[in-house]
């Protein structure tokens, strides 16, 4: 795992986090990992790593690029937790991503994540918002932003093409399968097609449990899976061949 590097009494949280997943980047041929925006708070360094998950091909169509990005704060790590939890199952099951390049941004705010309850406010940071919106321009096809709220169910909201749409209703009024609750779709609303899908998925915050979790990162990655394949059942065959 290629990284830059950061000052070590800033950087306990993060490699106690992280440090099983680069250790898969060393032995994984299809994740790999790196620092890609460190950013600079009162002189020290901080780090964001973002891992990239390439599954297999589906045919000869090009990869679509999925991003994934887990929102930590100073009450707790439960988004990030989720999105590295779904590194740990599409590593055991790479096809859950089949056709797709898969980039994961676990950690969206490495100072609270090293400063817990003693960082400030950093919600405006224009440091910290450039990190994520050059982490949200990087995934051309699609998004899910993963954050811990105070709702009592799995909240989706955000916009969906007509394939996600669906994939997402069919999940959902199927067997929990180890979700506590069924999933609200109340606020997500059917986008136009012509642009990217941006999926954002509110997590209970009393979902702490390593069973929860685990049931939330299959959820989003049978919900990955349906949808690469549904979604490359509808590019023409010609469009393939341009690729």
Same mark, same amino acid.
């Given at each position: 795992?290629k990284t830059h590097t950061l000052a070590p009494e800033f950087r306990a949280n993060l490699k106690r986090l992280l440090q099983g997943f680069a250790e898969h980047c060393?032995?994984?041929?299809?994740?790999?990992? *790196?620092?890609? =925006?460190?950013?600079?708070?009162?002189?020290?360094?901080?780090?964001?790593?973002?891992?990239?998950?390439?599954?297999?091909?589906?045919?000869?169509?090009?990869?679509?690029?999925?991003?994934?990005?887990?929102?930590?704060?100073?009450?707790?790590?439960?988004?990030?937790?989720?999105?590295? =939890?779904?590194?740990?199952?599409?590593?055991?099951?790479?096809?859950?991503?089949?056709?797709?390049?898969?980039?994961?941004?676990?950690?969206?705010?490495?100072?609270?994540?090293?400063?817990?309850?003693?960082?400030?406010?950093?919600?405006?940071?224009?440091?910290?918002?450039?990190?994520?919106?050059?982490?949200?321009?990087?995934? $051309?096809?699609?998004?899910?932003?993963?954050?811990?709220?105070?709702?009592?169910?799995?909240?989706?909201?955000?916009?969906?093409?007509?394939?996600?749409? =669906?994939?997402?209703?069919?999940?959902?009024?199927?067997?929990?399968?180890?979700?506590?609750?069924?999933?609200?779709?109340?606020?997500?609303?059917?986008?136009?097609?012509?642009? *990217?899908?941006?999926?954002?998925?509110?997590?209970?915050?009393?979902?702490?449990?390593?069973?929860?979790?685990?049931?939330?990162?299959?959820?989003?990655?049978?919900?990955?899976?349906?949808?690469?394949?549904?979604? $490359?059942?509808?590019?023409?065959?010609?469009?393939?061949?341009?690729?």
């Amino acid at each position: 795992m290629k990284t830059h590097t950061l000052a070590p009494e800033f950087r306990a949280n993060l490699k106690r986090l992280l440090q099983g997943f680069a250790e898969h980047c060393e032995i994984s041929e299809w994740l790999s990992g *790196r620092i890609e =925006q460190p950013i600079y708070f009162h002189g020290l360094k901080f780090g964001a790593p973002v891992f990239t998950f390439d599954g297999p091909r589906l045919d000869d169509a090009p990869r679509r690029t999925i991003g994934l990005l887990g929102h930590n704060t100073a009450a707790g790590t439960l988004a990030s937790d989720i999105v590295l =939890q779904l590194i740990e199952v599409a590593t055991l099951r790479p096809e859950l991503a089949a056709g797709q390049s898969l980039r994961l941004l676990p950690v969206s705010d490495p100072v609270t994540l090293e400063l817990g309850e003693d960082a400030p406010d950093l919600v405006d940071w224009p440091v910290l918002n450039f990190l994520h919106d050059e982490f949200r321009a990087s995934a $051309a096809d699609g998004l899910i932003e993963i954050r811990a709220g105070r709702s009592a169910t799995l909240r989706l909201g955000g916009t969906a093409d007509i394939a996600l749409y =669906q994939v997402l209703a069919s999940t959902v009024t199927a067997d929990l399968r180890g979700l506590p609750v069924r999933a609200d779709m109340a606020d997500l609303a059917l986008s136009t097609g012509l642009e *990217r899908w941006h999926l954002k998925v509110e997590v209970p915050l009393g979902w702490l449990q390593s069973g929860d979790i685990l049931a939330v990162s299959r959820f989003l990655g049978r919900v990955l899976e349906t949808h690469a394949h549904l979604a $490359a059942a509808c590019v023409p065959a010609h469009a393939h061949s341009r690729a």
